[in-house]
């Protein structure tokens, strides 16, 4: 175990990987939402194409970060969960409840770039790795497929924000309702919680 997992706090690695994820999202969501709308429809549109393709690499980026972050929690595990004076009744039932929240994100994390890259390949296109070279598509194009998928990955993409939101909130529960560091540990910008504070 790390020393910062001792000390009761994630460590810089964790933060960083932590922040990036964060962000990376909300660029991805943000452009795969209202990215027609910002640059115009069409494969014409130049504002269009350069939109769809920081989305892609917004999505790749958060699928190679997930795969650092993955192995990186298993080697480095989290520190336990903060001690507050409602432990006797919260920890019963809300530590299940973060763990299945984490299981989840990581799965979204994973599986909506996924989605979104046979959704890039099912409408016949290369997939663009960050402007330094692609890989062509080993699908012939496939309207009725490429729906689907389109379907499916704004869906998933749609659910992590989601889940993403309610883990935000938790966090956000613990550092105003009780008064713990739970959040601080991640955001170590924050004022410790003080306890005695209500």
């Known amino acids: 175990m790390s020393s910062d997992a ?23 969501w943000t452009l795969g939402t209202f990215g027609e709308d910002l ?20 999505g790749l ?3 190679l970060i997930v795969a650092l972050r993955f192995p990186w929690r298993i080697a480095n595990p989290p520190p336990p969960a903060e ?15 973060a763990r299945l929240t984490h ?9 909506v770039p996924i989605v979104g890259i046979l959704l890039q390949f099912s409408r ?6 960050f402007g330094l070279a692609e890989i062509a598509s ?3 194009a496939d309207r009725g497929l490429a729906h689907n998928l389109k379907e499916l990955h704004e869906v998933l993409a749609d659910l992590l924000v989601i889940v993403a939101l309610l883990h935000a909130g938790a966090a956000i529960v613990h550092h105003v309702v009780f008064r713990d560091n739970t959040l601080v540990r991640m955001a170590p910008w924050l004022r410790k919680a003080d306890p005695k504070v209500r």
Not at 42 to 58: D, F
Not at 103 to 111: K, N, Q, R, T
Request: charged share 10%; net charge negative; aromatic share 12%.
């Open 6 to 28: 001792i000390l009761n706090k994630y460590g810089p690695t964790s933060r960083l990987l932590h922040w990036l994820t964060v962000l990376l999202v909300i660029l991805a």
């Open 39 to 58: 640059f115009g429809e069409g494969e014409e549109a130049a504002g269009a194409v350069a939109g769809l393709n920081i989305h892609i690499w917004a």
């Open 61 to 63: 980026a958060i699928l």
């Open 83 to 97: 001690a507050n004076e409602f432990n006797r009744w919260l920890i019963s039932w809300t530590d299940p409840a």
């Open 103 to 111: 299981y989840a994100l990581y799965l979204l994390l994973f599986a």
């Open 124 to 129: 016949g296109h290369a997939l663009p790795l």
């Open 138 to 140: 080993p699908l012939s």
